[in-house]
């Protein structure tokens, strides 16, 4: 099916370890986010890119690192993991033409950092 | 800097009762909104989008909201919600950027 593919759905993590959020979108959208849900805060946006080869930041970037791989793929990566990390990680992507105005999110990936 | 303030930060209600949950922005400029929907455990799915013309909005599942420009409001409305209603539901705002900012959610609970 069309849409917004994460991977993995949970991960733990050690405090200082590193890891890297995979997201794949098929829909050939130009823009691509990353955002972090977390209790009582909504969803705060970690970075986005509007399109293959940029990337700029959002409101919660420090700890975080991104790489637009290509039009599909758009990854998040931890370097140094902190307990602060601990949340759910929402991969999404646009579409501007009129009719599909909007977002389509993925599924998430739980993190937690012990 | 574009902001929401979702003022309702958990709402209890009964089947068949009404519901209206609270969106305010702040933007100076021309706006888009949207409010969004979680069910437990899944992600985020679209109910409804405002981008000009007639500010009374109708989405699915029988959800409606209205954009009163003067109050920089954006209040999501059901006449009778169901048990399957509940969730957590998101109000967010676009500006001069293709960026999304949303707003802290309101968790809704209907009880049969």
């Known amino acids: 099916n069309a849409g917004v593919t994460q991977t993995p759905k949970f991960q733990v993590l050690k405090t200082g370890q590193s890891m890297t959020l995979q997201c794949a979108q098929d829909m050939n959208h130009n823009s691509m986010y990353w955002y972090r849900q977390d209790p009582g805060m909504g969803l705060r946006l970690i970075y986005y890119s509007a399109s293959e080869g940029t990337t700029d930041k959002g409101e919660v970037p420090n700890g975080y690192n991104v790489s637009r791989l290509n039009k599909r793929e758009f990854s998040l990566r931890l370097e140094s993991a902190a307990p602060s990390q601990t949340s759910v990680y929402f991969c999404a992507s646009s579409d501007w033409t009129e009719a599909n105005y909007g977002y389509t999110f993925g599924s998430g990936t739980r993190l937690t950092v012990v | 800097a574009q902001s929401v303030s979702q003022h309702n930060h958990h709402v209890i209600l009964s089947e068949a009762a009404s519901l209206e949950l609270g969106c305010n922005y702040s933007?100076?400029?021309?706006?888009?909104l949207f409010w969004y929907v979680q069910y437990p455990g899944q992600h985020l799915q679209l109910l409804l989008k405002?981008?000009?013309?007639?500010?009374l909005v109708k989405g699915i599942k029988g959800f409606e909201a209205e954009f009163i420009k003067s109050k920089f409001s954006f209040n999501l409305r059901k006449p009778s919600v169901q048990w399957s209603d509940t969730a957590e539901y998101f109000c967010?705002?676009?500006?001069?950027?293709?960026?999304?900012?949303f707003g802290t959610g309101t968790r809704l609970q209907v009880f049969p």
């Open positions: 967010a705002v676009m500006g001069d950027t293709d960026k999304l900012i």
């Open positions: 405002y981008f000009s013309g007639d500010p």
């Open positions: 933007y100076g400029g021309t706006v888009n």
